[in-house]
Nanobody, 117 residues
């Protein structure tokens, strides 16, 4: 069955870094666009970053540009989110999302990121 398992979240001080990982199984990972979303308490889920299947083109929401980097390793069926210069407003549950137009989308269970001193 399809599984997306996030890891790497935790508590970090402002200005610190974290690297999230999302290990995928049960589908053809290399054929799916991969994204990271986040949801803060009381707020709607929002798109953070996306990386397409071929060529590795990426897109980011404005508030994380220059601080976050999304990447993928198709040999390991894993997508990453490197988060630097973290701010308290980055605090949220971060979700991995896999999408292919002909197949639909899959969500991971989420990993908590807390930025606080």
């Amino acid at each position: 069955q399809v599984q997306l398992v996030e890891s790497g979240g935790g508590l970090v001080q402002p200005g610190g870094s974290l690297r999230l990982s999302c290990a995928a199984s049960g589908f053809t990972f290399s054929s799916y666009t991969m994204s990271w979303y986040r949801q803060a308490p009381g707020k709607e889920r929002e798109l953070v970053a996306t990386i397409i299947t071929i060529g590795g083109s990426t897109n980011y929401r404005d508030s994380v540009k220059g601080r976050f980097t999304i990447s993928r390793d198709n040999a390991k069926n894993t997508v990453y989110l490197q988060m630097n210069s973290l701010k308290p407003e980055d605090t949220a549950v971060y979700y991995c999302y896999a999408f292919r137009a002909s197949k639909g989308g899959y969500w991971g269970q989420g990993t908590q990121v807390t930025v606080s001193s």
